[in-house]
């Protein structure tokens, strides 16, 4: 079946490092990937997307880095600033379509001063 | 503008009862998802509409759990005889366009503890 998992769940960096958020997928046929920041008591926000077709992606402080050869899927944070402290999740969207979103379970980020 | 709105944001109910959680979608969204999150977990995907219909239903996790969807806008979340497992956190979903960017803005969900 369709799954999406992280590698570590959690990370701790020093306020001002960069992070790296890894996720591995399972499904090739998957076109579109998203990362999503969730704060406690919230519901998950968008950050950045990227589609199958791209590498890499940039957005502000965040970039994110598709992989297919591996199925693997990065989120790169530069300058982690202490409201960075969140989970976050990757998602594909699942082959069914109807773009049902395939979360992984989610890596939780604590940025420390 | 106004986001995606849930109601209520808590609710604690009795093992038995049936509980109806609400969903207000971003206006002019025509796609609206539903998604459950148990403690410490990710999303698991419930159920999908598009206008009223609902062409995925595939992560109900039972006969107990419905939902339907009125005037392309309100959804409602039922689930009937909930049991202790029903217990988590409900999440609606919106977006604009149910093909191309498949971006999807969430509301706050609903913390479903049942006792």
């Known amino acids: 079946g369709e799954s999406v998992g992280l590698h570590l769940p959690t990370l701790s960096v020093q306020e001002g490092d960069n992070s790296i958020i890894n996720c591995a997928y399972s499904?090739?046929?998957?076109?579109?990937f998203i990362w999503y920041k969730q704060e406690s008591g919230k519901g998950p926000q968008f950050i950045i997307d990227?589609?199958?077709?791209?590498d890499k992606r940039q957005g502000q402080r965040v970039t994110v880095l598709l992989n297919k050869t591996v199925k693997h899927l990065s989120l790169q944070i530069a300058a982690t600033q202490p409201g960075d402290s969140a989970v976050y999740f990757c998602?594909?969207?699942?082959?069914?379509?109807?773009?049902?979103?395939?979360f992984g379970a989610g890596t939780r980020l604590a940025v420390h001063p | 503008g106004a986001g995606v709105s849930q109601s209520p944001s808590n609710k604690v109910t009795e093992k038995g009862k049936d509980v109806e959680l609400r969903c207000d979608p971003i206006?002019?969204?025509?796609?609206l998802y539903w998604y459950r999150q148990s403690l410490g977990q990710g999303l698991e995907f419930l159920i999908y509409?598009?206008?009223?219909?609902?062409?995925?239903k595939s992560g109900l996790p039972s006969d107990r759990f419905s939902a339907e969807r009125t005037g392309g806008s309100v959804s409602t979340l039922t689930i009937q005889r909930t049991q202790q497992e029903d217990s988590a956190v409900y999440l609606c979903?919106?977006?604009?366009?149910?093909?191309?960017?498949?971006?999807?803005?969430f509301g706050p969900g609903t913390r479903l503890t049942v006792t």
């Open positions: 979903a919106s977006s604009l366009i149910p093909t191309g960017r498949h971006e999807q803005y």
């Open positions: 499904n090739s046929a998957s076109d579109y």
């Open positions: 990227i589609r199958s077709n791209m």
């Open positions: 998602a594909e969207k699942g082959s069914g379509g109807y773009n049902k979103l395939i």
């Open positions: 206006s002019g969204h025509t796609a």
């Open positions: 509409f598009q206008g009223n219909s609902a062409p995925d």
